[in-house]
């Protein structure tokens, strides 16, 4: 195998595919990255049972022949190139990268022993890659973190007609959201428990190139349904979680006895301030009425923090708590500059919602939080 390419399209390709590889692999050949070259283009993928990555890059091939190497190490070698064409030669048991005056080998694994790749699971449809990676991320957001709650890691996708729909949540809070897409068939019913972190990971990298992006999505036996994305030259496919995402839609209020209207930017940088004396587990409280928002936060050794703001409030005045990180979350997810929350009760459900310049609330995206229940 020997082939020239140009240093920026392998170093982006060769990071992509890194970026998916087990940092703690249970076989070494799963922390590599397959170079193949064939018809004059170089195929870099990765794969370690769960998640699989592979993109195709135009080069001048002079052999065609596969080879295997650390993905990481090549990561940061070819990050490092000076910015000149890179010269790659499969010489016996090792790898050659001339680029300039550098020049590395790097020793090669068996391709023998590496898993041959999973194919694109069927087709699905295609949405908008910048909106499903922005969807993506408002929703991510609220999926746990602890691995002893799996099926609570991932992001649940409701694929109904022309309505895809992502649902997340960690117990604490809960987020969905609506967008359009275009299904391959138009009865389309699926559904898929996709791991939050890949589905972030993917839904970003893919999101930056624009265009269309194609879902895929295959159902199984227990542990063997996949799904699949691709845009451009990029492709990734993904293992489904098992278990049963819970029934979170009967969650969302129906209905509110207060709202508060106010600026995301401005409600951010008050609750910074004010949280900057609270400890970790230490809420901040929101008294909201006609006069508008004060928040107020205490912690440790009597400090203690205010500050108003101005909110447009409509019902009885409110005093509500929030774990003041997920609060930020929810701020920094809404994607508005104005949002609103609705209220129905202080130790109910609180729905932090986008809203346009008018104060209409813009449909489509739910932030539903858990207040947390303090004295006074």
Not at 236 to 260: K, M
Not at 278 to 306: K, Q, W
Not at 353 to 365: F, M, Q, S, T
Request: contains cysteine; aromatic residues 6%; proline residues 6%.
């Amino acid at each position: 195998m020997k082939f020239r390419v140009e240093r920026d399209a392998l170093a982006d390709a060769v990071a992509w595919t890194a970026k998916s590889l087990p940092s703690r692999p249970s076989m070494p050949v799963l922390a590599g990255a397959l170079l193949r070259v064939a018809d004059s283009q170089l195929h870099v993928s990765g794969f370690d049972y769960e998640v699989s990555s592979q993109v195709t890059v135009d080069v001048q091939a002079d052999s065609e022949g596969s080879t295997l190497v650390s993905g990481r190490l090549l990561a940061e070698i070819t990050k490092a190139l000076p910015g000149k064409p890179v010269d790659v030669a499969s010489i016996g048991s090792h790898l050659e990268l001339t680029c300039g005056s550098a020049r590395f080998t790097l020793p090669t694994m068996p391709v023998e022993d590496y898993p041959t790749l999973p194919e694109m699971p069927a087709l699905a449809g295609t949405i908008d890659a910048p909106a499903f990676a922005a969807a993506v991320a408002q929703v991510a957001v609220a999926a746990c973190r602890d691995d002893t709650l799996p099926m609570l890691t991932g992001v649940r996708m409701e694929l109904e007609s022309e309505t895809l729909t992502l649902l997340a949540t960690d117990r604490y809070r809960l987020t969905v959201k609506e967008l359009s897409w275009s299904p391959d068939a138009p009865d389309v019913s699926l559904t898929a428990l996709v791991p939050a972190k890949t589905l972030a990971d993917t839904a970003k990298t893919l999101g930056s190139l624009g265009g269309q992006l194609t879902l895929s999505l295959s159902r199984g036996s227990a542990g063997e349904g996949m799904i699949g994305f691709s845009a451009g030259t990029r492709r990734t496919t993904s293992r489904l979680l098992d278990g049963e995402f819970p029934p979170v839609r009967r969650l969302l209020p129906e209905g509110h006895n207060a709202q508060a209207r106010f600026s995301v930017s401005a409600l951010t940088e008050v609750v910074k301030r004010v949280g900057l004396v609270a400890d970790r587990a230490t809420p901040v409280r929101l008294s909201m009425s006609v006069d508008g928002l004060i928040v107020e936060a205490s912690g440790s050794e009597d400090a203690r923090a205010s500050e108003a703001m101005d909110c447009v409030y409509t019902g009885e005045p409110m005093t509500i708590a929030f774990n003041h990180q997920y609060l930020l979350d929810g701020l920094s997810a809404v994607g508005t500059s104005t949002a609103v929350f609705s209220l129905t009760d202080p130790k109910k459900l609180a729905a932090l919602l986008p809203a346009g310049e008018d104060g209409e609330v813009i449909p489509g995206y739910w932030y539903v939080i858990m207040p947390v229940r303090v004295g006074g």
